[in-house]
């Protein structure tokens, strides 16, 4: 994720309320005083079903933004595509749209990873509030800590579905490649599978159970940092949104807009290590510095911005889903007795 299920919607009086005096300005703050639903305030079952579905229909609508990214941060220099849009054509013209989805169904298994997210987020937040009333501290903390978990089940899935993502392209840099017999099976479900376990069995074969865990570092550099950036820019956006936008302005909008430009100020932060992150992964790599050294050696800075566009791209409908959608499952979610108290 990459940020994953790390944003929560401010309510109550958060960046977006203004203080109001008048009596009509205080019976609209009061109407907009919306109670943060809490861990304990939820349905878990229809919290975790709604979940799955909506962060499968998310996942499916980016990955191919994330397979190009992938492509563009291993490749050396511009050798293959020049940009985004460039490997999006290459690769829907040479692979058909079947290409945009390699790796598909092995990264599907990362939603255990997001309802590990979910869930520790909520707990660990739970506990934070224990020692702060501070709404950006305990998300913070708790961001952290569910990046944490997520990356410890994710990265394992990214290794193979990322050497699925190399396949396929002309001289492509994976390290492993699918045997010709499997890529020349009839049936799709063998083709997926065939070629998983075999990505899997040479991964084992060469480097062992530690193998699928190459990059691990690389990837909590990447990611728990890019949840912690996020936080400070987003309340930087909203509330300077909400300064310039007309008092009638709803705030879900405000936070609609303000999600994805923290994403991409977030994304564009980290993506260095993001770009170390994939080559580490892909190539074999076992050092996360030395990797960064060669890359800035060999491409200079520039290369550092490798999948920028296309990471921009993937995380803007994310952070916008995750905004919108989040909070909005989590009313969906709310335990039934407890529907008639909460006022939206």
């Known amino acids: 994720m990459s940020f994953s299920w790390s944003i929560r919607c401010c309510g109550g009086r958060g960046p977006f309320n203004k203080e109001l005096w008048t009596p009509a300005g205080r019976m609209e703050e009061k109407k907009r005083n919306i109670r943060i ?9 229809k919290f975790y079903s709604l979940g799955v579905f909506m962060t499968m229909t998310t996942r499916a609508t980016v990955y191919p933004f994330t397979l ?27 692979e058909g749209p079947r290409g945009l ?19 520790t987020y909520e707990l660990v937040r739970k506990y934070v509030s ?10 913070l903390w708790a961001g952290g800590a569910a990046s944490l978990v997520a990356q410890t089940i994710t990265v394992p899935i990214d290794m193979v579905s990322q050497q699925l993502m190399m396949q396929g392209q002309v001289g492509h840099l994976s390290r492993f490649k699918v045997k010709p017999k499997i890529m020349m099976a009839t049936s799709k479900s063998k083709v997926t599978f065939g070629q998983t376990r075999d990505i899997v069995v040479q991964i084992c074969a060469a480097d062992g159970f530690r193998g699928f865990y190459r990059g691990y570092v690389a990837s909590l550099l990447t990611y728990i940092p890019n949840s912690a950036v996020w936080w400070p820019f987003y309340h930087f956006y909203a509330e300077n949104l909400s300064k310039l936008a007309p008092s009638d302005c709803p705030h879900l909008l405000l936070q609609a807009i303000a999600g994805p430009m923290a994403a991409a100020t977030a994304s564009t932060i980290t993506n260095p290590m993001d770009v170390v992150r994939a080559r580490v992964q892909v190539e074999g790599r076992s050092s996360v510095i030395a990797t960064f050294k060669q890359l800035l050696a060999e491409e200079g800075p520039w290369g550092m911005t490798k999948g920028l566009s296309a990471r921009i791209i993937s995380s803007t409908p ?3 889903v995750i905004v919108v959608g989040y909070e909005t499952l989590k009313r969906l979610s709310l335990r039934p007795e407890l529907v008639n108290s909460r006022h939206w």
């Open 318 to 320: 994310t952070a916008v």
């Open 37 to 45: 639903i809490e861990w304990e305030d939820l349905d878990k079952k």
């Open 101 to 119: 989805y390699r790796g598909f169904m092995v990264n599907t298994f990362t939603l255990i990873s997001g309802q590990a997210y979910i869930t």
């Open 68 to 94: 190009i990214r992938t492509r563009l941060q291993v490749q050396k220099g511009k050798s293959l595509y020049t940009g985004t849009f460039d490997a999006f054509y290459k690769i829907l013209k040479a």
């Open 130 to 139: 224990q020692y702060s009333s501070n709404n950006t501290v305990k998300s």
